[in-house]
Each structure stands twice: as structure tokens, then as C-alpha cells.
């Protein structure tokens, strides 16, 4: 059973640029969620997917954009790239399952972007 | 608002001593606790969570953590460390009403030495 994956692995871009990052969620599951991780820091919610509609959203300006396919897949956008959005990007998925208990996020290997 | 300190941005210990790793969480509301271990260029393994379910919460790898909720805690332990536990342990809270949304503390750095 595959978990969750990333593409690319890395990334470089230059200020001012576009990016966008992708993620296929673990199988059977139908929640995406994204983290920002800058280096010696733990990851920042940016925004979490559900039936193709963003659910709820950290604070991060409107340049990170997303976008969730019907087959639960994800795509992270970066627009009008800074020098402080270099950061490892982390994918995690998970089950949507009501009011009850959360459901476990199972994290992808990340996607490192370095912006020049 | 809910938010997660975990005291040591760095720790050491000798191979085969306790470890024991230091979580306290800031929350309005009933919490989830988890915590996660990221090796170098990984991601984030789960290795325990606790959902109101029994306080010791046992994990991987020998893990296990206590919540405490008269002290705000959620300290993770184990008993005889190995090189291999060496790594970045992450803290993490979240809540009914946050949807599954993760609050992540700063990170604790575990060196093994041997």
C-alpha cells in the first residue's frame, strides 16, 4: 500500500516566480491537508482539502492557492514567489470522519523549494 | 488559542538512558495530542497520539506518553534509548472544532551519544 507521495523532491525558483508542488494522498483516504516547515521550525498549517473544496485555512496570504482533483489528489500554488516561502512543504492525508475522533494525518516526504 | 511548547530546543542522552522529551499544550477546548519523529530529509512518522482514550498512550519504537491534563502535559519517555531514536521530535495538538488541523510545537532535536 502506497502512502502518501510528493513531487517533486526539490525544487529551486527564483523571486517572483510560480510554483506548484503535488501530492497523492495515502489510499482510502480523502482529506489533503498542507504544511509549510522553515528550517529548525515545525510545520504551519496552510490549508486542508475535502471533496474538492478548500475546508479551512491557516494564515497564509492569498499567493498559496490549492486545489484537490476527484480522485483526492492535491496541488499546492505558490504565486509571486519570496525568498522567505523557501521552506519544506509537507503533504498530509487522512480520513474525514465527522465530529468524531481525528483521524490520524499521515505525512508525504515533503517537497523542498529553495527560492534564489 | 490552542498552541504547543515544547521546553529544549536540543537534548542529549547517553545510549541506553531515559528519554524523555517535554510537551505542554495551551487549549480552550478538549485536545488530541500527538507526537511525530522526522529523520533527516523525511517527513513526519507518527509515533503516538492520544484521543481521550486511556492517558498512557503506548507508541512505536518503545515510545509512550502520559497526558496529564491537571498539568497541561503530554511528556514523551522511553526507557533505554538507542543511536537510531536520534532525530527531530515534533508535538502537536488539535481539536474537534479545528477539523484535523495540526498545531505543531518547535521541535526537539534528540542526540544519542554513545
Known amino acids: 500500500d502506497a502512502g502518501v507521495t510528493q513531487s517533486p523532491t526539490h525544487l529551486i525558483k527564483t523571486r517572483g516566480q510560480q510554483v506548484t508542488l503535488r501530492c497523492s494522498p495515502k489510499s482510502g483516504h480523502d482529506t489533503v491537508s498542507w ?3 522553515a528550517l529548525g521550525q515545525g510545520p504551519q498549517f496552510i490549508f486542508q482539502y475535502y471533496e474538492e473544496e478548500e475546508r479551512q485555512r491557516g494564515n497564509f496570504p492569498d499567493r498559496f ?19 522567505g516561502d523557501s521552506a519544506l ?17 499521515y505525512f508525504g516526504p515533503g517537497t523542498r523549494l529553495t527560492v534564489l | 488559542a490552542q498552541s504547543v511548547t515544547q521546553l529544549g ?8 538512558a531515559l528519554v524523555l522529551l517535554r510537551c505542554n499544550y495551551s487549549s480552550s477546548v478538549p485536545p488530541y495530542l500527538f507526537w511525530y519523529v522526522q529523520y ?31 498539568e497541561t502535559s503530554f511528556h514523551l519517555t522511553k526507557p533505554s534509548a538507542h543511536m537510531s531514536d536520534a532525530a527531530e521530535y515534533f ?4 481539536w474537534i472544532q479545528g477539523a484535523q488541523k495540526l498545531v505543531f510545537g518547535q521541535g526537539t532535536r534528540l542526540t544519542i551519544n554513545p
Open chain 2, 91 to 94: 508535538c502537536a495538538v488539535s
Open chain 2, 40 to 70: 533527516p530529509n523525511q517527513g513526519l512518522q507518527l509515533l503516538l497520539k492520544y484521543t481521550s482514550a486511556a492517558t498512557l498512550v503506548k507508541g512505536i519504537n518503545g515510545f509512550e506518553a502520559e497526558f496529564k491534563k491537571s
Open chain 1, 35 to 37: 504544511y509549510q516547515q
Open chain 2, 9 to 16: 530546543s536540543h537534548v542529549s542522552v547517553s545510549e541506553g
Open chain 1, 65 to 83: 492557492s490549492g486545489h484537490q482533483f476527484p480522485n483526492y489528489s492535491s496541488e499546492l500554488n505558490v504565486n509571486a514567489l519570496l525568498l
Open chain 1, 89 to 105: 512543504y509537507l503533504c498530509a492525508s487522512s480520513l474525514l470522519i465527522g465530529q468524531g475522533s481525528p483521524d490520524t494525518q
